[in-house]
C-alpha cells in the first residue's frame, strides 16, 4: 500500500484553483482540516482535500489552474485530485475533480495499477478529441 499523500495549503490551493490566501482562510475556518507534518508545515491529507473538493464544486466554489512543467500533445489539461477509482477485472473507472470541472476516464485496470492511482492523490486529466487521459503527477 502507498503511503498517502499529504498536500501544503499552496499545493492544495493550485489543485483547487484558487489562491493559496484563499485556501489558507478556509483552513482557518475549519472547511477542511489540516496538521502539521514533520517540518512543522500546516498539510491537509489527500483524502481530506478529496473530499474537500467535490464539496467545492458542488457549491460552484473553487477555480481551475494551468498544468506546468508537462510535455504532451494533448493541450487540454485538468490537474486535480483523485476522487474516486473503481476497478474491475479488465476496466477501472477514475474520477478526478479539477476545480469545478469532474471528469472520468475508462482505463484499463492495469493502466491504473501502474500509475499507482488512488483517492486523495494528485493526477492530471488530459482531454484530447473524445479520449481522457490520466497523467500521475
Do not use: C
Not at 52 to 74: K, M, P, Q
Not at 90 to 102: D, K, L, S, Y
Not at 113 to 125: D, P
Amino acid at each position: 500500500m502507498l503511503h498517502m499523500q499529504s498536500y501544503t495549503i499552496g499545493q492544495a490551493a493550485r489543485l483547487l484553483g484558487v489562491s493559496p490566501d484563499t485556501a489558507r482562510r478556509w483552513a482557518d475556518a475549519g472547511r477542511v482540516a489540516t496538521h502539521r507534518d514533520d517540518a512543522g508545515r500546516r498539510v491537509i491529507e489527500g483524502r481530506d482535500l478529496a473530499v474537500f473538493s467535490v464539496e467545492l464544486a458542488r457549491n460552484g466554489a473553487g477555480g481551475t489552474g494551468e498544468d506546468e512543467g508537462s510535455y504532451t500533445s494533448a493541450r487540454n489539461a485538468f490537474p486535480g485530485i483523485v476522487t474516486a477509482v473503481k476497478l474491475g477485472d479488465v476496466a477501472a473507472q477514475v474520477e478526478i475533480q479539477a476545480g469545478p470541472h469532474r471528469l472520468v476516464s475508462l482505463l484499463t485496470r492495469e493502466a491504473v495499477e501502474e500509475l499507482g492511482l488512488e483517492v486523495g492523490m494528485e493526477a492530471t486529466a488530459r482531454v484530447k478529441s473524445t479520449s481522457v487521459h490520466i497523467d500521475r503527477v
